[in-house]
């Protein structure tokens, strides 16, 4: 049965999708009308700020906000502090002072060893005028907090669990709301007594403020480092050791502690790099020796794959990353190439942060023919980020020939496997660093985000990508998330092997279909030589593909006669559709035709349902789209 507009996909309270069940109603939310706006549950969460999150920004706005705030959650200071430099560079008239970071802390006793996850929480205040400035950041870098930290996260707070920073510096709130001398007692009456040590009282906290005058070096921003369990603050009693144990236990029940999430973590870095080739639980993937010579490449090792809170994330970290590395060697700033029509933020990400992007949206050989030209004129680039295949397109790009031409003039290659999945193609032999959203087809049950970022052992980059990611990197998946994640992935290679089947045999009715115009799809693209290059001995063609029909009013009829799940995100383990440009692009369509992308596109992500199932609700919506009147 179909969602009704508005309401998530799956039904479950974390899920990644949501129902836009008809052209109209996807219309309807970009152009942000009442009809779909005011129905909304939930959405992708990098786009729809979660409503647990929205309550947990509240209950903080309540507790230490100033009149006309807004504010923006994240898992650690340097994650915010990156948000806070990003608003103080783009928000024009800002006052000193107004965007500031508050650190919460979990409130646990350190004389006791505790054994269960525990979360910080970093919250970026700012003047709620700035709010679209400050969501660029929480939609294109992917490093806000999740639906299930934020979870956590509220409830620890309601219940007195999770404070502000004590700092020695300050003995009282310095930014308290007039009129709220002691809101920083709000909670539990057990937590309302200051703790004092050294004469110092325990509640105070300090927040870090805005410097529009100065610049600091993108290196010296990324360097604070904080690991899932953050370290409590000590209030040196017993009677919060017992209740946080309980809180924890009520949260997640008894299995969710540090050494669980550890051992989740450590599974999908293992299915990721390849050394488990078979579907395995989590005690199978955790008694696999560590043999590096059976992985995706050689030498390469689960401790060469990071993981992030979404595929976004990873992407974003890995540009912030290649920056710092270009600014330690001292080398004057170089803009990065985005190579083919991508996923809108990856664009975005490379043209809002450092010296900016030069962008081949057709990502074809005439493209490498004027990339070299300019390498051979002298021009020098940071790095090439490019999608193996395209979305929405599915152009595979020539990456024998980029690998060649970053070899000869010093840039990285940056490559996204999301939509291909390393099971149907090797990519990392020709990257420098190979980075997926591990929350499409890797997960399938979209009810959880994750991303990864895997460097490749043989690439001349690899020592400095190495000793960059021991300084820079910090862990901020979220505990719950890994869980989830770990236990979705278990089946993944037999769920691709079987969505390739059936996509081939949609794709193949739909190239069949006089009504269609083009069926976009890697066996069926001119680029299919460049694909096939990277394809492994057993690999597919993966499980998403494109259509344009000869007349609007047909792809129209065709998706809102489709029984399918509809709405935005890939990879889902149910066959899942949207209008793409619309849904992604809906205030610039000219510019997206501009680069070949049809407005009426619509994107097909296939599912688990069984091929001749879904091959009758294709027919059906064709005939659909073959009764509809057309402006002919």
């Not at 979209?446 to 020592?463: C, D, E, F, K």
């Not at 190495?466 to 505990?479: F, I, P, S, V």
Request: hydrophobic share 35%.
């Amino acid at each position: 049965m179909l969602a009704a507009v508005g309401q998530p996909v799956p039904n479950t309270e974390h899920a990644v999708s949501v129902s836009l069940p008809s052209w109209k109603a996807t219309v309807g939310y970009e152009r942000g009308e009442d009809w779909v706006v005011s129905k909304m549950k939930t959405g992708y969460p990098r786009f729809f700020i979660h409503l647990t999150i929205q309550e947990l920004q509240t209950e903080i706005l309540n507790l230490y906000g100033r009149p006309g705030e807004s504010v923006m959650l994240f898992p650690s200071a340097a994650t915010a502090m990156r948000c806070q430099r990003f608003i103080c560079d783009r928000a024009e008239g800002l006052e000193p002072g107004s965007v500031r970071v508050l650190q919460l802390q979990p409130v646990v006793s350190q004389k006791k060893s505790v054994e269960t996850t525990l979360s910080s929480l970093a919250c970026v205040f700012f003047p709620k005028e700035h709010f679209a400035v400050a969501k660029q950041v929480w939609q294109h870098s992917g490093d806000g907090i999740s639906s299930r930290r934020g979870e956590f996260c509220l409830k620890a707070l309601k219940d007195g669990l999770l404070r502000p920073v004590a700092t020695p510096s300050s003995s009282s709130p310095s930014y308290a709301k007039p009129g709220h001398d002691d809101f920083y007692h709000k909670g539990p009456r057990r937590y309302q007594r200051g703790a004092s040590r050294n004469g110092v009282h325990h509640d105070a906290f300090s927040s870090t403020t805005n410097s529009t005058s100065t610049h600091t070096p993108l290196s010296e921003r990324a360097l604070a480092h904080e690991p899932t369990t953050t370290p409590p603050v000590d209030v040196d009693a017993d009677a919060e050791d017992r209740d946080h144990a309980q809180f924890v236990e009520e949260r997640f029940g008894r299995n969710l502690n540090v050494k669980l999430a550890t051992q989740a973590k450590l599974a999908i870095r293992r299915r990721i790099s390849g050394c488990l080739t078979d579907d395995s639980d989590l005690d199978q993937a955790l008694a696999n020796s560590r043999d590096e010579s059976s992985g995706r490449q050689r030498g390469l090792s689960e401790d060469d794959v990071y993981l992030y809170p979404c595929g976004m994330s990873s992407i974003f970290n890995t540009h912030r990353i290649l920056l710092a590395h270009a600014e330690a060697k001292g080398e004057e700033p170089r803009r990065s190439i985005c190579f083919g029509f991508p996923y809108i933020d990856t664009l975005k990400i490379l043209e809002k942060w450092g010296p900016g992007c030069q962008f081949y949206g057709f990502g074809s050989s005439a493209c490498l023919d004027d990339l070299q030209k300019r390498l051979e004129g002298g021009e020098r680039f940071l790095a090439l980020y490019t999608e193996f295949p395209s979305n929405p397109l599915l152009n595979a790009p020539d990456l024998i020939r980029i690998r060649q031409l970053a070899d000869k003039y010093g840039f990285a290659v940056v490559v996204d496997e999301t939509v291909g999945s390393f099971i149907n193609i090797d990519v990392l032999s020709h990257a420098d660093v190979v980075v997926s959203s591990l929350t499409k087809v890797f997960s399938g049950d979209s009810n959880v985000m994750g991303g990864s970022a895997v460097l490749n052992p043989q690439s001349s980059w690899y020592a400095d990508l190495k000793h960059l990611m021991a300084r820079e990197y910090e862990d901020n998946y979220w505990a719950e998330d890994a869980v989830f994640l770990e236990r979705n992935s278990r089946d993944f290679i037999s769920r691709i092997e079987r969505i390739n089947v059936s996509t081939e045999a949609i794709a193949s009715t739909l190239k069949s279909c006089p009504l269609v115009k083009q069926v976009y799809y890697p066996k069926y693209n001119p680029s299919r030589p460049n694909y096939d290059a990277c394809r492994t001995p057993n690999g597919g063609y993966g499980g998403l593909l494109s259509v344009t029909f000869h007349h609007p009013e047909q792809a129209v009829a065709f998706f809102d006669a489709l029984e399918v799940q509809k709405g935005p995100s890939l990879g889902t383990n149910f066959t899942l559709a949207c209008p793409y440009a619309v849904l992604a692009h809906y205030v610039e369509l000219d510019w997206v035709a501009s680069w070949g992308v049809d407005p009426d596109i619509v994107r097909l992500s296939v599912g688990l349902e069984e091929p001749d199932d879904l091959t009758g609700r294709i027919e059906r919506a064709l005939k659909a789209a073959e009764n509809a009147k057309t402006g002919e």
